[in-house]
C-alpha cells in the first residue's frame, strides 16, 4: 500500500511544484513590472516631486492585486476557450471580467493608501478608473494572451506526442505489412522445389511441405517486431531443412555464432531472406559443392550478423535494380525499427563469394530497449482505426484584407483611447479647448504608428522567440528594444502635436509606460501567432500521418488474410499428397501449380498499390481453381470459409 501511494505522492509534489513555480513568475513579472514604473517616474520627475513613500506603496499595492488577478483572469479565459467560444463571444464575456478587475485594481490602491497611511483619497474613484482605463485594459490583454501563449503551446506538445505516437503506429503497421510482404514471395520460391522433388523424392517433397507449413504456423503465431537472435536461430531452421533437402550433395551450411551474441535482439525473419539470396544468386551456376556460413559477433557495442557464401561474388551477379524483395525488404524493416542507416551491406568476401552482413546496435532481452518503445503494444495507449483529423485550418487572407484588418482594429482602438481620453478631461472640467475631434486626430495618430510598429515586433519575436533557448538574454534584449520603441514612439508624436514639450519630462511618465504595456501586448500576440501556426502545421502533419496510418493498416490487414489461406492451402495439400500409399509427383505437382497462381496475385498485391478491386476477384478466382482442384481427393475440408 505504501509503494503503490508513491507514484501519487510524487505527482502531487511536481504539481505544487509547478504551481509555486508559476506562481513565483507571475509575482516576479508583476514586481518587475513595478519597479519599471519606479524607475521611469524617477527618472523623469524633478527633484523632490515624488513623494517615495506613497509611490512605493501604491506600486506594490497593484503589483500585489495584480499577482492575485492574474490567475482568475487565466482560468476564465481558459474557461473559455475550452468551451470553444468563438472571438466575438470571448471578448463580450472577458468585458464584465475587466470591469469588475479595473473597479478592484481602484479601490484595491486607495484602501490599501488609507489603511497604511491614514489619508484620505486626493480624488473620487472615477477620476482614476476613467485615467486608468486603458493601462488596466492592456495589463488584462496581455495576461489574456500569455494564457493564450501558454494554451497554445501546451496545445503544440500534445500534437507533438500525439504525431509521434501516430508515427510508431505507422512504423508498427509498415513492419508488419512488411513482415507479411516477405511471406508469399518466400513460399512462391519454394514451391518450384517441392514440384521438382515431387517427381525425384516424393517422400522428400512431403517432408518439405510440413515444414514450410511449420513455417508459416510459426510466422502467424510469432508477434511482430524483435526477436533474440537465439530464437531467430530456431525459427530459420524449418527453413534451412528445407535448402538441405533440397541440394542435399550441393549445400551445406555452418554455423559461427558467438554465445554472448544469443540474447541480443534482431528484426523477426532477418536471416531467412540473406540465407535465399545466397542461395538464389550467389551459389547459383556453382559446380563444386556451395558453402553458407552464418555468424555473429560483438564489436564495439555492436552487433554483426553475416550471412557469407563460396560463390561467383557480387561482379558476377547478374545486375538488378535495388536489393531483391527479400533484401530490399530487410532494409525497410531495418530503417523502420531502427531509423535511416546503413545497418545492411552486400560486399565481395576476400576469398571469393559474398557476403551480407547487417550492424545492429547489441541491446539485450533483458535490458530496457529504447527502440523499443518505437513499436508499442495496441494493449496499451492506442489511436482509434478512424483517423483523428483535426479540423482544417481556413483558409488564410490575402495581404491587403490582413492590412485592412489590421488597420481597421487600430483605428478602433484609437477611438477608444479618444473616449476615454474624452471622458476623463470632461469629469476634470480639463477639456478646455479640445474637442472630439483633436482628441481622436492625436489618438488615431498613436494608433496607426502602432499598426506600423506592430508588424516588426511580431516579426522579432518570429525570429527571436523567448520560448526557444538562452531566454534570459533575449528577454534583456527584448527589453532594451521596447526601451528604444516606446521612447522612439513618444518622440515622434511630440515632435508633430507637442514640439515645445520636453521628451524627457514627468508628463510623459505614464506615456512610457503605456508604450511598454503595448508592446507586452505585440509580444505576447506574435508569440500566440507563432504557436498557432506551429499547431496548425502540426494538425496537418498528424492528419496526414493519420490517413498514412489508416492506409498503411488497410495495406496490411488485407496481404495479412493471405498467410492463413496459404497455411490452410498447404494443409489441403499435405493432406493429398498423403492419402495415399505414396505421394502422386502429378496429383502434387497439380495442386501447386494451381497454389502457385494464387501466390503470383499475392505477390503482385504486395506492391504500394495493395489489393485492388480487380486484385481481389483475381485472388477470388485463383482461390476457387485450387478449391475444385482439390476436391477431387475425398478431404472434407473447405478452403472457401478462408
Given at each position: 500500500?505504501?509503494?503503490?501511494?508513491?507514484?501519487?505522492?510524487?505527482e502531487?509534489?511536481?504539481?505544487?511544484?509547478?504551481?509555486?513555480?508559476?506562481?513565483?513568475?507571475?509575482?516576479?513579472?508583476?514586481?518587475?513590472?513595478?519597479?519599471?514604473?519606479?524607475?521611469?517616474?524617477?527618472?523623469?520627475?524633478?527633484?523632490?516631486?515624488?513623494?517615495?513613500?506613497?509611490?512605493?506603496?501604491?506600486?506594490?499595492?497593484?503589483?500585489?492585486?495584480?499577482?492575485?488577478?492574474?490567475?482568475?483572469?487565466?482560468?476564465w479565459?481558459?474557461?473559455?476557450?475550452?468551451?470553444?467560444?468563438?472571438?466575438?463571444?470571448?471578448?463580450?464575456?472577458?468585458?464584465?471580467?475587466?470591469?469588475?478587475?479595473?473597479?478592484?485594481?481602484?479601490?484595491?490602491?486607495?484602501?490599501?493608501?488609507?489603511?497604511?497611511?491614514?489619508?484620505?483619497?486626493?480624488?473620487?474613484?472615477?477620476?482614476?478608473?476613467?485615467?486608468?482605463?486603458?493601462?488596466?485594459?492592456?495589463?488584462?490583454l496581455?495576461?489574456?494572451?500569455?494564457?493564450?501563449?501558454?494554451?497554445?503551446?501546451?496545445?503544440?506538445?500534445?500534437?507533438?506526442?500525439?504525431?509521434?505516437?501516430?508515427?510508431?503506429?505507422?512504423?508498427?503497421?509498415?513492419?508488419?505489412?512488411?513482415?507479411?510482404?516477405?511471406?508469399?514471395?518466400?513460399?512462391?520460391?519454394?514451391?518450384?522445389?517441392?514440384?521438382?522433388?515431387?517427381?525425384?523424392?516424393?517422400?522428400?517433397?512431403?517432408?518439405?511441405?510440413?515444414?514450410?507449413?511449420?513455417?508459416?504456423?510459426?510466422?502467424?503465431?510469432?508477434?511482430?517486431?524483435?526477436?533474440?537472435?537465439?530464437?531467430?536461430?530456431?525459427?530459420?531452421?524449418?527453413?534451412?531443412?528445407?535448402?538441405?533437402?533440397?541440394?542435399?550433395?550441393?549445400?551445406?551450411?555452418?554455423?559461427?555464432?558467438?554465445?554472448?551474441?544469443?540474447?541480443?535482439?534482431?528484426?523477426?525473419?532477418?536471416?531467412?531472406?540473406?540465407?535465399?539470396?545466397?542461395?538464389?544468386?550467389?551459389?547459383?551456376?556453382?559446380?563444386?559443392?556451395?558453402?553458407?556460413?552464418?555468424?555473429?559477433?560483438?564489436?564495439?557495442?555492436?552487433?554483426?550478423?553475416?550471412?557469407a557464401?563460396?560463390?561467383?561474388?557480387?561482379?558476377?551477379?547478374?545486375?538488378?535494380?535495388?536489393?531483391?524483395i527479400?533484401?530490399?525488404?530487410?532494409?525497410?524493416?531495418?530503417?523502420?525499427?531502427?531509423?535511416?542507416?546503413?545497418?545492411?551491406r552486400?560486399?565481395?568476401?576476400?576469398?571469393?563469394?559474398?557476403?551480407?552482413?547487417v550492424?545492429?546496435?547489441?541491446?539485450?532481452?533483458?535490458?530496457?530497449?529504447p527502440?523499443?518503445?518505437?513499436?508499442?503494444?495496441?494493449?496499451?495507449?492506442?489511436v482509434?482505426?478512424?483517423?483523428?483529423?483535426?479540423?482544417?485550418?481556413?483558409?488564410?487572407?490575402?495581404?491587403?484584407?490582413?492590412?485592412?484588418?489590421?488597420?481597421?482594429?487600430?483605428?478602433?482602438?484609437?477611438?477608444?483611447?479618444?473616449?476615454?481620453?474624452?471622458?476623463?478631461?470632461?469629469?476634470?472640467?480639463?477639456?478646455?479647448?479640445?474637442?472630439?475631434?483633436?482628441?481622436?486626430?492625436?489618438?488615431?495618430?498613436?494608433?496607426?504608428?502602432?499598426?506600423?510598429?506592430?508588424?516588426?515586433?511580431?516579426?522579432?519575436?518570429?525570429?527571436?522567440?523567448?520560448?526557444?533557448g538562452?531566454?534570459?538574454?533575449?528577454?534583456?534584449?527584448?527589453?532594451?528594444?521596447?526601451?528604444?520603441?516606446?521612447?522612439?514612439?513618444?518622440?515622434?508624436?511630440?515632435?508633430?502635436?507637442?514640439?515645445?514639450?520636453?521628451?524627457?519630462?514627468?508628463?510623459?511618465?505614464?506615456?512610457?509606460?503605456?508604450?511598454?504595456?503595448?508592446?507586452?501586448?505585440?509580444?505576447?500576440?506574435?508569440?500566440?501567432?507563432?504557436?498557432?501556426?506551429?499547431?496548425?502545421?502540426?494538425?496537418?502533419?498528424?492528419?496526414?500521418?493519420?490517413?498514412?496510418?489508416?492506409?498503411?493498416?488497410?495495406?496490411?490487414?488485407?496481404?495479412?488474410?493471405?498467410?492463413?489461406?496459404v497455411?490452410?492451402?498447404?494443409?489441403?495439400?499435405?493432406?493429398?499428397?498423403?492419402?495415399?500409399?505414396?505421394?502422386?509427383?502429378?496429383?502434387?505437382?497439380?495442386l501447386?501449380?494451381?497454389?502457385?497462381?494464387?501466390?503470383?496475385?499475392?505477390?503482385?498485391?504486395?506492391?504500394?498499390?495493395?489489393i485492388?478491386?480487380?486484385?481481389?476477384?483475381?485472388?477470388a478466382?485463383?482461390?476457387?481453381?485450387?478449391?475444385?482442384?482439390a476436391?477431387?481427393?475425398?478431404?472434407?475440408?473447405?478452403?472457401?470459409?478462408?
Open positions: 500500500m505504501i509503494a503503490s501511494t508513491m507514484p501519487r505522492e510524487s502531487d509534489a511536481g504539481v505544487l511544484a509547478r504551481r509555486a513555480r508559476i506562481t513565483l513568475i507571475v509575482v516576479a513579472i508583476w514586481l518587475g513590472f513595478s519597479a519599471l514604473q519606479m524607475s521611469v517616474g524617477a527618472a523623469l520627475a524633478k527633484s523632490g516631486d515624488i513623494k517615495w513613500g506613497r509611490e512605493l506603496l501604491v506600486d506594490l499595492t497593484m503589483a500585489l492585486y495584480w499577482s492575485l488577478a492574474t490567475l482568475p483572469i487565466a482560468l479565459h481558459r474557461r473559455l476557450r475550452a468551451r470553444g467560444h468563438g472571438i466575438g463571444q470571448m471578448i463580450l464575456l472577458h468585458l464584465p471580467v475587466l470591469v469588475l478587475v479595473i473597479l478592484g485594481d481602484t479601490y484595491a490602491t486607495r484602501v490599501a493608501v488609507y489603511l497604511l497611511t491614514g489619508a484620505p483619497p486626493v480624488a473620487p474613484a472615477i477620476f482614476t478608473i476613467t485615467y486608468f482605463a486603458d493601462f488596466d485594459a492592456l495589463s488584462y496581455a495576461v489574456v494572451l500569455v494564457t493564450d501563449a501558454l494554451i497554445a503551446r501546451e496545445a503544440v506538445r500534445a500534437q507533438e506526442r500525439r504525431e509521434a505516437r501516430l508515427e510508431s503506429l505507422l512504423a508498427r503497421a509498415r513492419l508488419e505489412y512488411l513482415e507479411a510482404q516477405l511471406q508469399p514471395h518466400f513460399l512462391f520460391n519454394a514451391l518450384g522445389a517441392v514440384s521438382e522433388l515431387a517427381h525425384e523424392a516424393p517422400q522428400t517433397a512431403l517432408r518439405v511441405l510440413r515444414q514450410l507449413a511449420l513455417i508459416f504456423r510459426g510466422a502467424l503465431t510469432a508477434r511482430p517486431g524483435e526477436v533474440t537472435l537465439g530464437e531467430e536461430l530456431v525459427a530459420i531452421e524449418p527453413y534451412l531443412d528445407i535448402q538441405r533437402l533440397r541440394f542435399p550433395d550441393w549445400l551445406s551450411i555452418s554455423y559461427d555464432v558467438s554465445g554472448d551474441t544469443l540474447d541480443c535482439l534482431v528484426p523477426r525473419f532477418v536471416l531467412q531472406p540473406l540465407v535465399e539470396n545466397a542461395i538464389r544468386h550467389g551459389l547459383t551456376g556453382r559446380v563444386a559443392a556451395g558453402c553458407i556460413e552464418i555468424s555473429s559477433r560483438l564489436a564495439e557495442g555492436r552487433l554483426i550478423l553475416r550471412v557464401d563460396n560463390g561467383v561474388g557480387l561482379r558476377q551477379v547478374v545486375t538488378r535494380p535495388g536489393y531483391g527479400g533484401l530490399t525488404n530487410v532494409r525497410e524493416r531495418l530503417a523502420t525499427l531502427y531509423g535511416a542507416g546503413e545497418q545492411l552486400l560486399v565481395d568476401a576476400p576469398g571469393g563469394g559474398a557476403v551480407a552482413e550492424e545492429l546496435a547489441a541491446r539485450r532481452a533483458t535490458e530496457h530497449a527502440r523499443a518503445a518505437v513499436l508499442p503494444d495496441d494493449s496499451g495507449e492506442s482509434p482505426n478512424e483517423p483523428l483529423a483535426p479540423a482544417q485550418p481556413a483558409s488564410a487572407p490575402s495581404r491587403p484584407a490582413r492590412v485592412a484588418r489590421s488597420l481597421a482594429i487600430w483605428i478602433a482602438c484609437g477611438l477608444l483611447w479618444t473616449v476615454q481620453s474624452y471622458a476623463y478631461l470632461t469629469i476634470r472640467n480639463r477639456l478646455g479647448q479640445y474637442t472630439f475631434f483633436t482628441l481622436a486626430r492625436h489618438d488615431i495618430a498613436v494608433a496607426l504608428l502602432w499598426a506600423a510598429i506592430a508588424p516588426l515586433v511580431m516579426g522579432a519575436t518570429a525570429r527571436v522567440p523567448l520560448t526557444a538562452r531566454r534570459l538574454p533575449r528577454a534583456m534584449a527584448y527589453l532594451v528594444g521596447m526601451a528604444v520603441i516606446a521612447v522612439g514612439h513618444q518622440a515622434l508624436l511630440s515632435r508633430i502635436f507637442a514640439p515645445r514639450l520636453r521628451l524627457w519630462s514627468a508628463a510623459n511618465t505614464n506615456i512610457f509606460i503605456l508604450n511598454f504595456l503595448v508592446l507586452a501586448v505585440l509580444v505576447a500576440l506574435g508569440h500566440r501567432r507563432q504557436l498557432t501556426e506551429w499547431m496548425r502545421e502540426r494538425a496537418l502533419s498528424a492528419a496526414a500521418l493519420s490517413s498514412e496510418l489508416e492506409a498503411a493498416r488497410l495495406r496490411a490487414a488485407r496481404l495479412q488474410e493471405i498467410p492463413p489461406a497455411l490452410k492451402a498447404l494443409d489441403r495439400v499435405i493432406v493429398a499428397v498423403s492419402a495415399r500409399p505414396a505421394p502422386s509427383p502429378r496429383r502434387t505437382e497439380q501447386l501449380a494451381r497454389l502457385g497462381d494464387y501466390l503470383r496475385v499475392a505477390i503482385e498485391c504486395s506492391d504500394e498499390e495493395g485492388t478491386a480487380s486484385r481481389e476477384q483475381s485472388l478466382r485463383s482461390l476457387a481453381q485450387f478449391e475444385r482442384a476436391t477431387v481427393s475425398n478431404t472434407p475440408t473447405s478452403l472457401s470459409s478462408s
